[in-house]
């Protein structure tokens, strides 16, 4: 054999044992030592208090470390996992459905929504902004075989007419319209809520179309508190719902989705087709339902915080924002008349300490979340009226 066979291949068993073990020995512990911290470092969140990029930035509390060290687990696939079970009966009650299932992510939830009550060549509606119409990797046309049909809303909503004029009618060249997917709250229109009557009133128009509807309610406990009514309230129309609880609620890790127990079996299955079985996860679901317990009610604090955050930067010159959009943990705003893009800004505050994504574009994205107190809004503040003074003077 030509001594060029003899060499090892990358992947295989040989490669990986004779010739990388010690390498392999010497980066796990390595990577032991960064990852295993002492108690107190585990919980120093200070690192977080001016990363204003997502709520999905927070980090698991103490007390869900705890319930994660100490759940109770079991094989999930089988049904058998007793912290998972209780998660998802706690949100299907939260939500009045019958049935819960608690998935890897949002985009998972939303994907088994589609999956579960569509059939591949069909199409569904969705406000041109929506996560799901833009930001899920394009899953409802590869995976579930859809036309997502977009309508651009008003501050992230559909009316009822424009729903009634894009419903296709029964005719040979169309796809059948059959979903309504409704985001609240709207993400892109800058954490918006669509109110519970304003949601009868399209469910009303849905219903009398054939549609199903499915809300993305990724931030649905934002909406909650933001109007002040139960999330039930919220879910009264909506087939299937998606939660999240790894955004300000801080768990870790999943979302779950709601619907009638017909729905959630069905979205079972795909969820496992998908390679979404998971086994003992219920260390995950045990951070999830110390989050529902823990994490909606100071919701309140990140509103009040964006707020503030808003109204201090529609004071800095030729920062323009309206103050109206800004309902929940998000605020959205533009910064072209301070002649930078949205990158410009993130490296100007990054001389501050204050994080947020950037990009090409003048619109900005600051989220509120747990980490985030009013000292670091305060912060933020000054960095921005530091930042755009010296932008209008160069
Ligand atoms: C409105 C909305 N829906 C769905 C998702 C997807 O959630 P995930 O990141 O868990 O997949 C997001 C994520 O930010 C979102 O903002």
């Known amino acids: 054999m030509a001594a060029g066979n003899n060499a090892p291949r990358r992947g295989s068993e040989q490669f990986s044992t004779r010739h990388v073990t ?7 512990t390595a990577m032991a030592a960064t990852l295993t911290l002492a108690p107190d470092e585990a919980l120093d ?3 977080f208090r001016l990363d204003f990029r997502s709520d999905t930035i927070t980090q698991p509390t103490q007390a869900m470390r705890e319930a994660m060290r100490t759940a109770r687990v079991g094989d999930d696939v089988f049904s058998e996992d007793p912290s998972i079970n209780a998660l998802e009966a706690r949100a299907a009650q939260i939500f009045g459905k019958e049935a819960a299932l608690f998935v890897t992510s949002g985009t998972q939830g939303n994907l088994l929504a589609l999956l579960s009550q569509t059939h591949p060549g069909e199409e569904v509606i969705a406000e ?6 833009n930001s899920e990797v394009g899953g409802a046309a590869r995976l579930g075989g859809l036309t997502v049909r977009t309508v651009v809303g008003r501050a992230g909503k559909i009316s009822p007419e424009q729903v009634a004029s894009t419903v296709r009618p029964e005719n040979v060249h169309f796809a059948r319209t059959t ?4 985001e609240n709250t709207h993400n892109n229109a800058g954490g918006t809520i669509l109110r519970a009557e304003e949601m009868d009133r399209l469910a009303e128009t849905a219903r009398s179309c054939g549609l199903k509807i499915h809300v993305d309610g990724a931030r649905i406990f934002n909406a909650a508190i933001g109007l002040g009514v139960e999330p039930l309230r919220l879910a009264r129309h909506a087939d299937t719902l998606t939660f999240c ?4 609620l801080s768990a870790p890790v999943g979302s779950v989705l709601v619907g009638s127990n017909a729905v959630i079996d069905e979205a079972r299955r795909y969820r496992k087709m998908i390679g979404g079985g998971m086994r003992q996860a219920g260390v995950l679901a045990a951070a999830g339902l110390v989050a529902l ?8 604090d990140d509103h009040r915080r964006a707020r503030r955050l808003a109204e201090g930067l529609a004071r800095v010159p030729r920062v323009s924002i309206d103050l109206a959009s800004v309902q929940t943990n998000i605020v959205r705003f533009d910064i072209a008349g301070v002649g930078l893009s949205a990158a410009g800004l993130a490296e100007g505050f990054q ?5 947020i994504s950037g990009g090409p574009g003048t619109g900005v994205r600051m989220v509120a979340h747990r980490h985030i107190d009013d000292a670091s809004v305060d912060l933020a503040l000054e960095a921005m009226v530091s930042i755009a003074a010296k932008s209008s003077n160069s």
Do not use: C
């Open 179 to 182: 979903l309504l997917a409704v």
């Open 22 to 28: 010690g390498l392999i020995v010497h980066s796990m």
């Open 128 to 133: 041109a902004g929506a996560h799901m119409a």
């Open 293 to 300: 317990d823990t994490g909606i009610d100071r919701l309140a």
């Open 351 to 355: 001389q501050h300490g204050v994080r």
């Open 45 to 47: 969140e200070t690192a």
């Open 245 to 248: 609880l790894s955004k300000g």
